[in-house]
C-alpha cells in the first residue's frame, strides 16, 4: 500500500469508543450509511459504484483451524462493489461498532482499487484511506487505534477458538520482529506503523 497517513497528534485527543455488541440495528444502518457517504467519493474516482448490505439477522460462523466465516464480504460485478456486514459481528461481544466499519474498509481494500490486495494491503487501506474518509474530525488517531485494536483481538478470539495458535494475543506494546510469524501482531503492526508514522514494518511484504 503507497499510501501513508501520519495522524500521531490527533492522539492527544480523547475518544470512547462504544461497543458493538451494545448497538441497536438502528445504529448500525446508521454507521454504514456514513461510512457510505464518507467513501463514496473515493470509489467514484475508480470508476465504480458500491453498494453496501446490513445483514442483521445473519450469524457468524468459526471455521475450522480460526478464523470467522460471514463477518463481512465483498465482491465486484459490472464494475458495483458490494459489500456485506452481518449482524452476527455487530453483536459478538468483543467487537465494536467501529471494529465493524474497520472490516468493511478492509473488505472494500480487496477489491475496491485498481487491482486486488492481499490482508496485509488491505488492513492498510483501511488505516490509512478509508477510515480518515469516513469519520476524519477530532480524535481520528485515537479512534482509528481503537478499531485497529478491536479488530485485533476479534480476529484472535476466533484463531484461538479454532486450533493452536503459539502467540500471544496481539499488543499495541509488543512488535512482530520479536515473533516473525505472527501475522496477526503484524497486522497491529501495520496500523500502528501509519497511525504513527513509524518506518513500515519488516512482515510487511
Not at 143 to 153: D, G, H, V
Request: charged share 20%; glycine share 12%; aromatic share 8%.
Amino acid at each position: 500500500m503507497k499510501e501513508t497517513l501520519t495522524l500521531a497528534a490527533a492522539l492527544l485527543a480523547v475518544y470512547l469508543p462504544a461497543h458493538a455488541g451494545d448497538s441497536t440495528e438502528a445504529e448500525t444502518a446508521q454507521a454504514v450509511e456514513q461510512f457510505e457517504r464518507g467513501i463514496s467519493p473515493w470509489i467514484e474516482a475508480q470508476g465504480k459504484s458500491l453498494q453496501v448490505n446490513l445483514l442483521w439477522n445473519s450469524e457468524i460462523e468459526q471455521v475450522p483451524g480460526g478464523g470467522a466465516a460471514g463477518s463481512a464480504t465483498s465482491w465486484e460485478a459490472g464494475g458495483v462493489v458490494t459489500l456485506t456486514l452481518a449482524g452476527g459481528l455487530v453483536r459478538h461481544p468483543i467487537a465494536t461498532l467501529d471494529m465493524a466499519i474497520f472490516a468493511l474498509c478492509h473488505e472494500l481494500g480487496h477489491i475496491g482499487g485498481p487491482k486486488y490486495l492481499g490482508e496485509m494491503d488491505a488492513d492498510a487501506f483501511a488505516v490509512g484511506t478509508c477510515l480518515p474518509s469516513v469519520w476524519g474530525g477530532t480524535g481520528l488517531g485515537r479512534r482509528i487505534k481503537e478499531a485497529s485494536i478491536a479488530t485485533a483481538r476479534y480476529r484472535y478470539a476466533f484463531v484461538t477458538a479454532g486450533g493452536h495458535w503459539p502467540y500471544p494475543e496481539p499488543s499495541w506494546e509488543r512488535s512482530s520482529n520479536d515473533a516473525p510469524g505472527d501475522r496477526l501482531q503484524c497486522n497491529l503492526d501495520i496500523a500502528k506503523s501509519l497511525i504513527l508514522g513509524l518506518a513500515r514494518p519488516g512482515c510487511w511484504k
